[in-house]
């Protein structure tokens, strides 16, 4: 039997939902306007999804009910971008702002210039392309050269057009950049969810779109509500020759563009718009953490050019923390993989920049000390950017009657060991090695991403295997077989060989990554990089002594100490010879790294460069080994003077420092 085909009435039923759907969208995402109710949408889309089914030959890709769909995904293919896709170079106050725009009016040879400042949405920055205004593909923005293929994703957020409006504009090949982001609603409803799962909660809406966008199944990724907002238009035929006019052109063509942009002809008026958004950005529904200064004409763009990976005709300002008041519960001592004691406050969640806050970080007994932070008070908590939040004062005013001084614990809370305090540092430590706390927190330590990388030893597995003393040190791992960690609970056959597969692979990971999983105190993953750049061996490493250690720029003697008092541990160098010979990388392959050149030496920029900008003049000087500061002293060697230097240049006259023109300077650091 052959079967029907629709009847014209179907057909033209079809086109009409499809049509009338996408209109809705545009309504609502793009004009925030919405003219029927969610039951009416829900209703229409309804009759489309049945009518599809009925005729599947008149459902196209682009139909509003195509959003999800496919099967999940195992990897996402790499898509190489057409045009990199840049980062942004940041400032943090008004006279970095004024560094900006005289930089670039110097590079535009004082020409008259506008800026468009926008929003600096916190989400994941994704291209999307259209051809023939139908969306083809979308990635993420990877390493800004490459990124991942989320087609699949993005096209289930309701935000972002399968096919663009055409009604004025008609361009062949389009490609739209944006971010895509979650609104602080549904970050906090998502979490609440994932509590009620035993899910681990996300820490901000960003790291939570970004997560989302990185699922491989798509129907998840349509029911955590992304957003997106356009901030980029590029094609070859779209003729405007304005960044301005473009953000203008989005809306038409049914993508999403914040309307809080504008243009200006001043770097003052500029800040005041920064001034103003800073003030109000929790008013908005979603994260922002600064505004984005553009220069808004393409030619000048263009003369201004592009420095490393940012742009010189655009910068990022970043605004200052932000504190909220909560209660403070509890304040529990935890130990740490070197014994190190810390006090840990527990709050009542309080929402803070979009992450709920729980616990923060009391530092030490001192700090206790001087905050004289109580339980039951109401404290002030700060965050800034990714770092853990602080509590930086209590609000004595509404101290409850009866609070006691905390009284720190005078023994290790695990073990009951005695603690004690080194000679000049402020913590408190558990002098007993064999604390299950610190064999948990070191090999916690040793296997985490930063680390050893090792894939599927989670809490869990390590208390099993700590318990069951089948491992008290990380070497122990690399002993395991699969029949032994079989019968730990909820350990499968493939679960059990793939943690197997995953310590075997982690026998690759590169010399600086096994330094640092070692987790000597003090050194982190800066200090293991720069060691493993120096010495190049765990041998010649255990060989050094601390003078030469600290003959290493940003090794001061607390850092060396430290190194050679691991290697002094008998329990320590008996590790190293079975991680050794377990086959672990204990020497680096190869070095390559810029000649230190200006070791030990100390710089301090003052005024604008013309082609580099200060974050790059300090990545330059760091990478050869020197350091930068921010004010004149004695102890400075050089003062890079750029135009309109200030009082910095006076004050080096002063002091009879040797200053370096920006020539001069580019020069010591060109190789
Ligand atoms: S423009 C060359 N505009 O900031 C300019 N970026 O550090 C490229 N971002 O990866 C970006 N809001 O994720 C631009 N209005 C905005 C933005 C914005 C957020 C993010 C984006 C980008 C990062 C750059």
Redo the contacts with the bound molecule.
Sequence with gaps: MTRQSAPDAVRKRIVQLQKELLDHDYRYYILADPVIPDEEYDRLMHELIELEEQYPELRTPESPTQRVGGKPTKEFPTVTHTRP????SNTYNEDELYDFDRRVRNGLKDEDVAYVA????DGA?VTLHYEKGVFTLGAT?GDGTQGDDITANLRTIRSIPLQLRYDRFKFDKLEVRG?VIMFKDDFIALNKYREEQEQRPFANPRNAAAGTLKLQDSKIVAQRKLRFFA??LLGEDVKSESHYERLQMLPELGLPVNERFERFTSIDKVISFCRKEEKTRDELPYEIDGV?VKVDSFRQQEKLGTIAKS?RW?T?YKFTTRKAETKLSEIVVQVGRVGTITPVADLEPVLLGGTTVKRATLHNADEIERLDVRIGDTVIVEKGGDVIPKITGVVKEKRPKGTKKFSFPRECPVCKSEIMRLEGEANYYCINTECPAQIRGKLEHFVSRQAMDIDGLGEAIIDQLINTNLVTTPADLYDLKKEDILPLERMGEKSASNLINAIEKSKERPFEKVLYALGIRHAGQGVAQMLAGAFGSIDALRNARVEDLTNIHEIGPRIAQSVAAFFQEENNVEMLDRLEAAGLQLAAKRQKKKKQTLNGKTFVLTGALDTVTRDEAKTLIESHGGKVTSSVTKKTDYVVVGSDAGSKFDKARKLNITTLNEQEFMSMVKD
């Design positions: 896709m840049l980062s942004l926008e929003l600096k949405f920055a923005r971010e901030y980029q984005v742009p655009a990022a």
